[in-house]
């Protein structure tokens, strides 16, 4: 089964656990626009997840997905199956999406090295009960729920 992912950072895992669900983000929106839960189907890391770091003196550069998890305390995804989610571009289109700001998400992407083809997303809540949870650990991504168990 294929699963698409939505990536995140300890800090806002605790947040996702907390509230037991995944919402759509209204971060630089359009007024008309609908907010998106965004997933991506990469199955490593969603280059379009890092954040940028403010140095000091006042410029920005890109994390690193190691950098990520070192100032975030950790790397965590939540799966969906993929036939449960939309597919770029029908998701900015079904969001109400004007079609320069899909472009210059899609530059934007391309730019971190991120696959705007392996977007997907919801226009909805998801409880994490109809999720996967993992979390990156030495050896790669583990299920949540196996932490902690014999080795």
Known sequence: MKIAWHYTTGQ?????????????TDNYIEQK????LWFSTNQHWELSANKMLLLPNGSLRGLSMEEMGGYG???FRF???F????RWPNLARMAGMKSKVKRALEDAG???GADFGEWCGLLK?????ELYGQVMTSKGWADINELGGAE
């Open 110 to 112: 391309q730019k971190m």
């Open 125 to 129: 809540p998801v409880s994490i009960f």
């Open 73 to 75: 305390c950790g790397l």
């Open 12 to 24: 806002k895992a605790i947040q996702i656990l907390e509230s037991a669900e995944l919402r759509p």
């Open 79 to 81: 799966g969906i199956p």
């Open 83 to 86: 036939d449960k989610v939309l």
């Open 33 to 36: 626009e609908k907010p998106i």
